[in-house]
């Protein structure tokens, strides 16, 4: 048998409006927060400082880089001087030896093989030259990468 209950029954509802006011006080504060937590990180940099004195222009004629290039065969071309295998890594001392701080650009044709440049790399460093970059050239009407400077004379 069932007895009816003197308290009347009612439906659970959940209430929408409340909530909603809650999300979005949870939000705003979480967004304050995080943006009081944002510090910016940078790398400090020694400007050089503006002296009174003017300093010579280097002329343009004045390179301060040695540029080696490797063409599809594997040869080694020190500033357009082609070198065999035997002749690169004392060339590569001779150069660090009279500059500790020479630049040189490895660049590479198209068809080089990538062992010939890794070793061409291996062997500037051997040498103890630091200061290495890589030579990227696009041929005209063809797009390079995305922000890349274009393609120099």
Known sequence: ?????????KKARIEIIPLIDIMFFLLASFMMVSLSQVHMKGIRVNLPSIKAVAQPTPTPTTKDYTRLFIDSDGLVHFDNEVLT????????????????????????DKEALHG?????????QSVGITKVGYEIKVKAGTTGAPGAPPPGP
């Open 116 to 124: 010939d440049v890794i070793k061409l790399l291996d062997r500037v």
């Open 85 to 108: 295998d035997g002749d690169v890594t004392p060339r590569l001392l001779q150069l660090y030896k009279a500059n500790h701080d020479a630049k040189v650009f490895i660049s590479a």
């Open 1 to 9: 048998m069932r007895v009816a209950s003197p308290i009347p029954h």
